[in-house]
């Protein structure tokens, strides 16, 4: 049994979008180094509960405390603890105002006071482990879907985060370009990152999942390791999901 | 992925030619050629009175330009935090902001400047030139806090959501990451602005500044020459404004370059 605390403790988080309940009697937690990617039709609510780890979404009741800090707490800075938690968004959402390098740079230079030589060497690092080192000086306009995913996965990781979310990170891209992105994330996975992955790669949670999370209606269903949750899911939702999917 | 830009079009300056937009742009150098070659004609022909008017003119236009550069100022300082107001989720900010731009777009610019200029006059005894700037300023302010309200509104929001998870606040994500996009789309109608304010300096000649038209109207009430004063003055804001309207077209071509593959 693993003794450590978690590093993401989620605990009967219901949240509302006016009247409409977009997650109800949510409980998650994740160990450090766990990789969780959940899964579900969409409007189940998978987005809401990854974008309440770091409060872009706020939560109605409950409480969420990531690496020891609850983020309900009025004491608690919430971009400090942003710090902490990478993101990466469907739309890849690059500053399209600055170079590649200058996406990798911005945060660490403002925010850690890095020097910008010592940050403009980190960054080259990271996009050399993304593949992508040739467009250091160019415009986020000029990559290609992939391409852009990838800066935008070393952009997070630019910050030394504890955790990195994902918010189905390959669902925007062309088919060819999907494989590119999934394996950098499951280099990133491999050397211990802490992960949670929203997407519909199948294969991914798979290979990578040390548990899957069904959810559905806001929901969370079902939560097994991936050999168990594809092979013998529990509840007939679940059942009819895959069927659908695979 | 939208990569298509918005343009806001206020319309009440002069049209500004984009290279995409032949027709304008063919239009700009017909009108600014015929007008060069109206006043070389006049110049050379007529030289009384024109080669004379055109020597007394100066000054009116040294103060034209002070009283634009001055108030266009103001009217950025006042636009920005009318359009940070504006989309402020504070409410009190939010009313504040908005109550300013109501009052200002409902009140014509001309008994501003009368209101300014004698209801200041009654608290502080203010230069003529100082108050045409603040009512002229403020006047502007409103309109372009609408015009910062939109730009600023324009990007879109996965650029803030990805400024604040790497865990920047409001203001860094507007001052880093919002702001230096949306100058781009606001460029355009803030040119618009500009040199539609350039035109409306005209109406100061009324509070005895000595722009352009008051030296202008000096000039005609000493010679009775109406009809020839008012044709040079018609001709040199032509020209300003279409040699400024091709600057801004040419500046904005210079902004736009991390936009192009």
Redesign the interface.
Same mark, same amino acid.
């Given at each position: 049994m693993n003794v450590v605390d978690p590093i993401i403790q989620i605990e009967h988080v219901n949240t509302f979008f006016g009247s409409f309940q977009a997650l109800t009697d949510v409980s998650l937690t994740v160990q450090p180094g766990e990789k969780v990617v959940v899964i579900g039709p969409s409007g189940s609510g998978k987005s809401t509960l990854l974008r309440t780890i770091n409060r872009l979404e706020k939560i109605s009741s409950g409480s969420i405390v990531v690496d020891g800090h609850a983020l309900d707490d009025p004491s608690q800075d919430i971009n400090k603890i942003r710090e902490e938690v990478g993101m990466v968004f469907q739309s890849f959402n690059l500053f399209r105002h600055m170079t590649v390098l200058k996406n990798l740079t911005l945060a660490p230079v403002k925010l850690k006071k890095q020097q910008k030589s010592q940050a403009e060497k980190h960054a080259m690092e990271l996009l050399a482990k993304v593949g992508v080192a040739d467009k250091a000086s160019s415009y986020p306009v000029q990559l290609s879907g992939g391409q852009q995913q990838r800066v935008a996965i070393a952009r997070a990781l630019a910050m030394n985060p504890a955790i990195m979310l994902f918010d189905e990170p390959t669902s925007a891209l062309d088919p060819e370009m999907i494989g590119e992105v999934l394996d950098v994330m499951v280099t990133l996975a491999r050397e211990g990152m802490t992960m949670v992955v929203v997407t519909h790669e199948m294969g991914f949670a798979r290979e990578v999942a040390d548990k899957v999370v069904f959810m559905d209606g806001g929901r969370i269903l079902e939560i097994a390791p991936p050999g168990t949750f594809f092979d013998y899911p529990v509840h007939e939702r679940t059942r009819t999901f895959l069927k659908q999917i695979l | 992925?939208s *990569?298509k830009q918005v343009i806001i079009d206020v319309g009440d300056g002069a049209a500004i030619p984009r290279p995409e937009d032949k027709g304008l742009l063919s239009a700009w150098w017909l009108s600014f050629l015929g007008t060069l070659a109206v006043l070389a004609y006049l110049l050379i022909f007529h030289p009384d009175p024109y080669l004379r008017l055109l020597k007394f003119l100066p000054d009116g236009i040294i103060v034209t330009f002070q009283v634009t550069i001055a108030s266009i100022c103001l009217a950025l300082l006042l636009g920005l935090l009318a359009g940070l107001g504006r989309i402020s989720r504070n409410r009190i900010v939010n009313l504040v902001a908005s109550t300013y731009v109501e009052i200002i777009r409902g009140i014509p610019l001309l008994v501003q400047l009368f209101y300014i200029y004698f209801a200041l006059g009654r608290i502080v005894r203010v230069p003529d030139m100082v108050a045409a700037i603040i009512a002229l300023g403020f006047c502007y302010g409103a309109y372009m806090g609408e015009v910062f309200r939109a730009g600023i509104m324009s990007i879109?929001h =996965?650029?803030t *959501?990805? !400024? %604040? !998870? %790497? =865990?920047?606040?409001r203001s860094?994500t507007m001052r #880093?990451?919002i702001l230096?996009?949306a100058w @781009?789309t606001i460029l355009p109608p803030v040119g618009n602005e500009f040199i539609a304010l350039l035109k409306d300096t005209s109406l100061v000649s009324i509070i005895a500044v000595s722009d352009i038209l008051r030296r202008g109207r000096e000039f005609a009430s000493e010679s009775f020459l109406y009809f020839e004063t008012y044709t040079l003055i018609a001709i040199i804001y032509l020209l300003i404004t279409l040699v400024l309207s091709k600057i801004l077209s040419n500046v904005e071509q210079r902004l736009s370059h #991390?936009? @192009? @593959?």
């Open positions: - | 992925m *990569e879109d =996965g650029q *959501e990805a !400024s %604040l !998870s %790497l =865990g920047f606040n860094q #880093y990451v230096p996009q @781009r #991390y936009e @192009r @593959r």
